[in-house]
């Protein structure tokens, strides 16, 4: 598949990727919309974003798209659903994911930051952060 991958300071390059793998709790998504977020400027310079970005990685983090396939254990989900992805995935384990403050999560793990996101035909989420869209919502997201 091909992928567009930050692979150093200010560097993107199209890349032929294999189609990742899922974990039996992971989703794989069909990339219909990848928006670019002030973050993925940002993570292009070479600056942090929520999180570090290390090159090589697929940026990527405001996604739609179709459900390709589900791990084992996945249920909220299932193929040919049209998704959206939250690319948050806290630890639920820190002082903070205990306290309802996930947003200081301090091991946060991100779809498109930490890891590869959505600037590739597929890209892979854990399935708490997939969420099903309505048929009268586009994929598309609005300018
Ligand atoms: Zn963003
Ligand atoms: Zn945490």
């Known amino acids: 598949m091909d992928a567009l991958v930050l692979t150093g300071l200010k560097q993107l390059e199209v890349k032929d990727y294999d189609k990742p793998a899922i974990k039996p ?24 974003g929520s999180a570090s970005a290390v090159p090589p990685i697929v940026l990527g983090h405001e996604n739609s798209g179709v459900v390709a396939e589900v791990g084992e254990n996945v249920t909220n989900v299932k193929v040919g659903d049209r998704v959206t992805v939250d690319p948050n995935i806290y630890c639920g384990q820190c002082k903070y994911c205990r306290t309802q403050r996930q947003e200081l999560c301090e091991h946060l793990d991100a779809v498109g930051v930490t890891r590869d996101g959505g600037f590739a035909e597929y890209f892979t989420a854990p399935a708490k952060v997939v969420y099903p869209i309505p048929d009268n919502v586009s994929l598309k997201p609005r300018p």
């Open 25 to 48: 709790d992971e989703v794989l998504v069909h990339t219909a919309f990848a928006g670019i977020c002030g973050t993925d400027k940002a993570l292009y310079a070479g600056l942090p």
